[in-house]
């Protein structure tokens, strides 16, 4: 810029030659008139009053001092605003009411603002003494309507059942010019989501299909260049559910889906499954093939004098009436008289809990072990251990049950089952010997065999 007011000072007045001596001695001074803006982008309010301040410097005595703003739209003719030389201001008639300046200061003042008044405005600063320095700026105006308080409308209003409906929620402005819109949820951005899609002007909002995710406090951040607005807080209905459907009880210990409880005791269960609205809750019982009605409602209570007649299977059955979802859970209720006998038998006895717990637990590793040992036993060592042992053993091994003679019983014991398999040989079956009328062939026998290991050290022990 400063380049810009020596090229014109020079080319203004005085020969080339004053130029160049000038340009060599005076480059100080004629880079010293100096115009500045503070910005020169500045964001106007419709009918208000808008300031453009310009501040120069120079360092040259100047007897003249001549201020000039130009205003400039794209593809139209620059417009003369005003002009002033010290103290004296020339408007142009047409445009006289509105802008106003007071040398030597050279700021603009536009009173009011219109929309047409958005473009360029251009100061030129000519100072004239030894020669004429001149120097300009421009400053771009934008001209903006401050936006009111947004409303949101969302669809449907009523709510919206989860996996079903989609969600619209519409951002509207009553005024405001350059507006853009943002959503927030819970006053964060929203997070990118494939069941979002927005209006390509982003005032409309659609989540499809909506999830229990979904619920949250949204507001519509409109901004403009003057202004921001943020609407007030929408929370969705939506309507989901039943999910973790589960029954808890007061009392009693709870293994998976087995309650025990112990007699005398009333007891409370509780069904409770996370849905919107509150699910319908209803309770159930099963006896063999038989299901009936018990109650409705979350609370299932059992008086003292009941529990004794309570060993047997339920249900809760959960039902969201607007979601039209229901799920139900299982559990067996045993009764066990160990409450009774604790009292009397404290200090001796466990405790009914220590010694569930410990039966529970002696239950799960065993069938643990069983599941192991079946899983890892090769078929393979089995096939062979059968092919090559006599049908005799067999014999002998059937004669084993009956007896009585503990000591001949003594060693480790390996129960071996498979399936019947055709290349395996099989011990005479006596039961479909028995029931001549089935044939052998679609009779499914699981064999086992009985392997008896005799720890040899134990044994000499033993003898
Ligand atoms: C501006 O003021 C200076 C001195 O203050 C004077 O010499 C000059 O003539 C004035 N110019 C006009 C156009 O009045
Ligand atoms: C110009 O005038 C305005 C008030 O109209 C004032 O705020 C500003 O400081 C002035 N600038 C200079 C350089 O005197
Ligand atoms: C102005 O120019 C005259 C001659 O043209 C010169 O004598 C004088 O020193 C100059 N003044 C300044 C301040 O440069
Ligand atoms: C929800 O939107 C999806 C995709 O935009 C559309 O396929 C579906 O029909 C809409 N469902 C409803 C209930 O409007
Ligand atoms: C539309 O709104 C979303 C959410 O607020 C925002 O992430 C995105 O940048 C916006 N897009 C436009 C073009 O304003
Ligand atoms: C939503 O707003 C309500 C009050 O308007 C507030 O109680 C609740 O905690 C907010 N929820 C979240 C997730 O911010
Ligand atoms: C339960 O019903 C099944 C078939 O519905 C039937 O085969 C079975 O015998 C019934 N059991 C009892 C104990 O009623
Ligand atoms: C749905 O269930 C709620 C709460 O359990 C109840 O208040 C409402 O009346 C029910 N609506 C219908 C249509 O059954």
Not at 167 to 195: D, E, F, I
Request: hydrophobic letters at 35%; proline letters at 7%; glycine letters at 8%.
């Amino acid at each position: 810029m400063g380049q810009d007011a020596c090229m014109e000072s020079f080319g203004g007045k005085g020969g080339t030659f004053q130029c160049k001596i000038l340009l060599l001695l005076l480059a100080g001074t004629c880079l010293g008139l100096k115009v500045t803006v503070p910005s020169h982008i500045v964001h106007g309010i419709k009918d208000q009053p808008l300031y453009l301040p310009v501040h120069y410097g120079f360092h040259m005595p100047a007897s003249d001092i001549q201020i000039i703003w130009l205003f400039e739209r794209p593809s139209t003719m620059p417009k003369y605003l005003l002009g002033s030389v010290n103290q004296s201001v020339v408007p142009d008639l047409e445009y006289r009411q509105k802008f106003t300046m007071m040398p030597p200061n050279a700021s603009l003042l536009i009173n009011p603002l219109e929309f047409t008044d958005e473009g360029n405005y251009i100061v030129k600063v000519n100072i004239q003494g030894n020669g004429t320095l001149s120097a300009s700026q421009k400053i771009q105006v934008t001209v903006d309507e401050p936006i009111t308080k947004p409303v949101v409308q969302i669809r449907p209003s009523s709510g919206a059942v989860e996996y079903v409906d989609n969600m619209t929620m519409t951002c509207q402005v009553k005024a405001g010019t350059r507006l853009l819109y943002h959503w927030l949820k819970n006053g964060k951005p929203l997070r990118r989501s494939p069941a979002y899609s927005f209006s390509p002007q982003n005032n409309t909002f659609q989540i499809a299909p909506v999830t229990k995710e979904d619920a949250g406090n949204y507001t519509c951040l409109v901004k403009n260049p003057v202004s921001e607005m943020e609407s007030d807080i929408i929370a969705p209905t939506i309507y989901y559910g039943p999910y973790g459907l589960q029954v808890n009880s007061d009392k009693g210990l709870k293994v998976g889906e087995v309650f025990t409880v112990d007699l005398g005791e009333a007891i409370l269960f509780d069904c409770s499954a996370d849905s919107y609205p509150p699910n319908t809750y209803s309770w159930i019982g099963m006896t063999d093939n038989t299901t009936y009605f018990i109650k409705h409602g979350p609370r299932l209570e059992v008086a003292p004098e009941k529990v004794a007649q309570m060993t047997a299977d339920y249900a809760c059955c959960a039902y969201n009436n607007v979601t039209g979802r229901q799920d139900e859970t299982h559990f067996t209720v045993i009764i066990t008289s160990m409450g009774l006998e604790s009292s009397a038998q404290k200090e001796k006895s466990l405790s009914p809990l220590a010694s569930l717990t410990g039966i529970s637990l002696f239950l799960i590793i065993s069938m643990c072990l069983l599941f192991l040992w079946k899983k890892f036993q090769p078929y393979k060592v089995i096939k062979q251990k059968l092919e090559g042992r006599p049908e005799t053993d067999y014999r002998k091994a059937q004669t084993f049950s009956g007896h009585e003679d503990a000591l001949d019983d003594f060693g480790i014991y390996e129960f071996v089952a498979f399936p019947d398999a055709a290349g395996v040989p099989r011990m005479p079956s006596r039961s479909v010997r028995v029931s001549e009328g089935v044939s052998g062939q679609d009779v499914h026998n699981t064999i086992y065999e009985v392997i008896q290991h005799i720890p040899a050290q134990q044994q000499d022990h033993l003898e």
